[in-house]
């Protein structure tokens, strides 16, 4: 689960806009002191604030050491018992100095010698904790959130995840600086520079993994990332720094409803039918759910619209009288909105629009995550929407309640601090940039170094922060170096967080399985 990616200070509300692209940065390092000479006239030893393992700029209290216990889930009917571990990963400066402390979350089956995979999971936003793989996807425990009907009050209750992981994988789920409990210890500046950025962030997360791999023995075992939303976008990048500056080779990535291209995905740039193509198929996915008519027959029918008689209509625009009547005859008859509104909007059907206007009837509105997912409209008579996303805003309560309980109380590792799930000061602080494809330019550089890595791209048909055709087309235009075999994208019914839905999580964990099983 992440915020969309937004321009805006207040990224829960404006989810619409058109995707801000990404800055590099260098991790800044602090200079050492120099003592002046008149420090030490009367023979005083220097002052240890002088030195550069100096008291951190912030005064927080210390975090709890590593603390383990064990648990079991029922899985196919059997009992898996495990070891679940909440600890920290100290990140260091260039210096040696501790800037940052990372917080995460292991299970992991005992076993005796090499050959039990491990996989890394980073949920993005930026700003979002690895709670919502963790607790609602992949984890030995669950608890319910991302379907039509869930509210901030729902109880704070895990059970056991029959479609966890566990059984084919040790899990690691990691916290980025400023989520869950993983802190900076340098003041705003410093931490937005040495966290808050695209290339400071895959650069200490590698780390983090590679210290991780070192501090409980696993080098040589087999190893996985996976990563959700702008974890989508860290997932590949990761891998291939890994490989390349690491040392740390990885035998597969599994990308849930990645945000993968920022160049690919937005809706307000008129002058390029791509964000509208690649939008399209999901909203008339979601629509013809409604209706009771989805299949995946009827969204490749869409799929093949927009690549082709779409393209060529929005292309010619005036210069043929007939092009906008029949995208809007089209687009109209795809998404269920008023054919009139459709024409006074040329066709070109924003997301907003879509989400508000195909339920103003009922005076409710659809979710960006998963335009079936609605919620009452505070504010009906409105012009312009005036309230947050309805997965969003619903499922913080019972993930970050579920989260601190299992941590606090059942592990018993407690933090002097609030668990951060979803943060607004980091997704605020993140620094936007320059455009760059990095992600897909890292994937095919993975792929192309080692032979025997395997990709699975997951999607929600009805995700609409994410959308699966951008994906599609990403793979259609990547070199066949294998990428038949070894890379497969995948398609569920749901939304961003499909796993949501039991059948599709089901099917999720079976593709999965192919794939560990091909390494």
């Known amino acids: 689960m992440t915020y969309p990616i ?64 064990r648990q079991s889930v029922n899985v196919d009917g059997h009992s898996l ?142 190893k996985y990332v996976v990563g959700e939303s702008y ?33 690919a995905i937005g809706d307000g740039d008129s002058l390029s039918p791509l964000p509208w193509m690649i939008n399209l198929p999901s909203m008339a996915a979601g629509h013809f759910e ?24 929005f292309l010619a625009g005036r210069s043929d009288p007939g092009a906008v009547g029949r995208m809007v005859q089209k687009v109209a008859g795809y998404t269920g909105l008023d054919p009139a509104l459709v024409a006074k909007l040329d066709g070109r059907v924003d997301i907003g629009t879509f989400l508000r206007e195909g339920h103003r009837a009922d005076k409710k509105i659809g979710s960006v995550y998963d335009s079936n997912v609605t919620a009452w409209d505070p504010f009906p008579g409105s012009a312009h929407r005036q309230s947050g996303d309805p997965i969003l805003e619903a499922i913080i309560a019972p993930a ?34 320059s455009p760059d494809d990095k992600p897909v330019a890292d994937l095919r550089k993975a792929i192309a170094n080692d032979p025997n890595m395997h990709v699975l791209i997951a999607h929600g048909y009805n995700d609409l922060s994410c959308p699966f055709f951008a994906s599609r087309m990403i793979l259609d235009q990547m070199p066949a170096f294998g990428q038949a075999e070894r890379v497969k994208l995948a398609i569920y019914p749901g939304g961003h967080m499909f796993y949501g839905r039991p059948d599709s999580n089901r099917a999720f964990k079976a593709d999965v399985r192919a794939m560990f099983g091909n390494k």
């Open 231 to 263: 974890g989508g976008y860290r997932a590949p990048r990761i891998a291939y720094t890994l490989q390349t500056s690491m040392g740390v080779g990885v035998n597969g990535l599994v990308m849930v409803s990645p945000y993968i291209d920022p160049a």
């Open 400 to 433: 970050t309640s579920a989260m601190v309980d299992f941590i606090t109380r059942e592990v018993g590792w407690k933090a002097d601090a609030h668990y951060e799930a979803l943060s607004d000061k980091v997704n605020e602080a993140w620094d936007r940039g």
């Open 6 to 69: 937004s321009p805006s200070p207040d990224a829960r509300v404006s989810y619409f806009s058109g995707r801000q692209r990404l800055r590099w940065f260098t991790i800044l390092c602090s200079a050492a002191l120099l003592a002046s000479p008149h420090v030490f006239a009367d023979d005083k030893k220097p002052d240890a604030s002088a030195h550069e393992d100096k008291k951190p700029e912030q005064d927080l209290p210390p975090l709890p050491a590593d603390k383990t216990i």
């Open 290 to 313: 409604e209706q009771g008519r989805f299949s995946p027959q009827a969204v490749q029918e869409v799929e093949n619209y927009v690549r082709k008689d779409f393209v060529v209509d």
């Open 81 to 222: 018992s495990y070891e679940a571990t909440v600890g920290t990963i100290v990140v260091r400066n260039d210096k040696g100095k501790k800037i940052a402390e990372v917080v995460y979350t292991a299970y992991v089956v005992p076993h005796k010698g090499p050959g039990r995979p491990v996989t890394f999971a980073f949920n993005g936003g930026p700003g979002a904790s690895s709670v919502y793989l963790n607790m609602g996807a992949i984890g030995p425990k669950r608890v319910q959130f991302g379907m039509d009907g869930n509210a901030p009050s729902d109880a704070a209750v895990t059970k056991d995840n029959p479609a966890t992981w566990l059984d084919m994988t040790d899990l690691v789920f990691i916290d980025p600086v400023g989520t869950g409990f993983s802190r900076s210890l340098e003041d705003d500046d410093a931490t937005k520079k040495d966290f808050y950025a695209t290339e400071t962030d895959i650069k200490y997360l590698s780390r983090v993994v590679y210290d991780w791999l070192v501090k409980n023995g696993r080098l040589r075992d087999p």
